[in-house]
C-alpha cells in the first residue's frame, strides 16, 4: 500500500508550490527519513520553525472549550479513563474504534515514564484540556514498563538511542482495553476514510487551521493542529499548522514513526521523527 501512495507524493509536491510556503526545511530542522503516504515531505517554511502561527484570525483559539472543536453532526460514544476520571468521546472508523480527542494523561507518580516527557502546550495546563498532552515517544509507549516487564524487558526509546522492535499491540499511555496504534493501524485508518490522498482533509478538524486550512472532519477524528514540543529548543511550535501523532513503531535508526498533518495540504505523511520531540496521542480500542 504505501508504494502506491508514494507514486502519489510527485503530484502532491507541485501541488505544495502553490503555496507561498513552499520553501522549507524538515521539522527536526535535518532531513528526515519519510514514508510518504500521501503528499510532501514533513516540512515547513523557516519563518514557522520560529514558534506559534495562532495569531491569524483563523487558526487555532485556545481559549475555546474543546468541545468547540469536535464535528456538531457526529453522534460520539465516551470512555472514562480510570486513571484519572478524564472522559474522552470516541468514534467507530470501519472497524475500528478510535479516541476523537488527544490523550491527556499525567500522572508521573503512577507512571514513570511521564517525567520530563510531557508538556502542555506553551507550559499552560488550559491547553492540556483542549488539545491533550505533547508526549516524547518513550512517555507515549511506556518505556519504563516496557524495560521491567518480566516477560519481555525492551529498554525503547530511551536517551541511549538503542533500537528495539515492538512486537505486538502495546498499551503504552492509554487506558486500559486501549493502545497506542502502530504504523500499520494508522494505515488502515486511511484506506477506511478513502485514501491517504484524501485523508488529511477528511481527519482534520473543521476550525482552528491558519489560513481556512481547516478540514471537513467527516467521520469525527478531529485531528486538531496542537502543535509540538522540540525538546533541543525547549521551545513550542506549530500550533494552528500542524497535528503529529506517535506510533508505537520504531525505525531501524532509533527513531519512531510518526503522523503528521499540515494547513498548507490536505495531505498526510508518515515520518520518522526524533524520538525526543513532543507530539500528540491518540489511542486505539483493542
Known amino acids: 500500500m504505501k508504494k502506491f501512495f508514494v507514486a502519489l507524493c510527485l503530484v502532491a509536491l507541485l501541488a505544495a508550490c502553490d503555496d507561498d510556503d513552499s ?22 517554511s523557516s519563518a514557522e520553525g520560529q514558534g506559534s502561527l495562532s495569531s491569524s484570525s483563523a487558526g487555532f483559539d485556545w481559549n475555546l472549550p474543546k468541545e468547540a472543536y469536535l464535528n456538531p ?7 472514562i479513563d480510570s486513571r484519572d476520571g478524564k472522559v474522552y468521546r470516541t468514534v467507530k472508523l470501519g472497524d475500528q474504534v478510535w479516541m476523537a480527542e488527544n490523550l491527556d494523561y499525567a500522572d508521573s ?10 508538556w502542555c502546550f506553551r507550559n499552560e495546563p488550559r491547553n492540556c484540556e483542549l488539545a491533550g ?10 518505556s519504563v514498563r516496557l524495560a521491567t516487564d518480566t516477560e519481555n524487558p525492551q529498554t525503547c526509546g530511551d536517551a541511549s538511542g538503542k533500537n528495539c522492535k515492538i512486537s505486538g499491540t502495546i498499551q503504552g ?18 484506506v477506511t476514510v478513502g485514501g491517504g ?8 478538524s473543521q476550525k482552528g487551521w491558519d489560513r481556512n486550512r481547516n478540514g471537513t472532519d467527516d467521520f469525527g477524528f478531529s485531528a486538531l493542529p496542537a502543535g509540538r514540543y522540540n525538546f533541543n529548543e525547549k521551545s513550542f511550535h506549530w500550533d494552528g499548522s500542524y497535528a503529529e501523532f506517535w506510533s508505537s513503531t520504531q525505525s531501524d535508526d532509533a527513531g519512531a514513526y510518526s503522523i503528521y498533518l499540515e494547513r ?9 521523527d526524533f524520538d525526543g520531540f513532543g507530539h500528540s496521542v491518540r ?3 483493542d
Open 197 to 204: 490522498e484524501k485523508a488529511g482533509k477528511i481527519l482534520k
Open 23 to 44: 520553501s522549507s526545511v524538515a521539522p527536526n530542522g535535518e532531513p528526515s527519513s519519510s514514508s510518504v503516504i500521501s503528499g510532501s515531505d514533513p516540512k515547513s
Open 173 to 190: 499511555l492509554c487506558p486500559d482495553g486501549w493502545h497506542l496504534p502502530s504504523e500499520m493501524e494508522w494505515d488502515t485508518l486511511f
Open 109 to 118: 507518580s503512577k507512571t514513570p515514564s511521564l517525567k520530563g516527557r510531557s
Open 73 to 79: 453532526e457526529i453522534k460520539y460514544d465516551t470512555i
Open 133 to 142: 498532552r505533547l508526549y516524547t515517544w518513550a512517555a507515549a509507549i511506556d
Open 264 to 272: 498548507r495540504d490536505n495531505v498526510l505523511v508518515e515520518y520518522n
Open 283 to 285: 489511542c486505539l480500542k
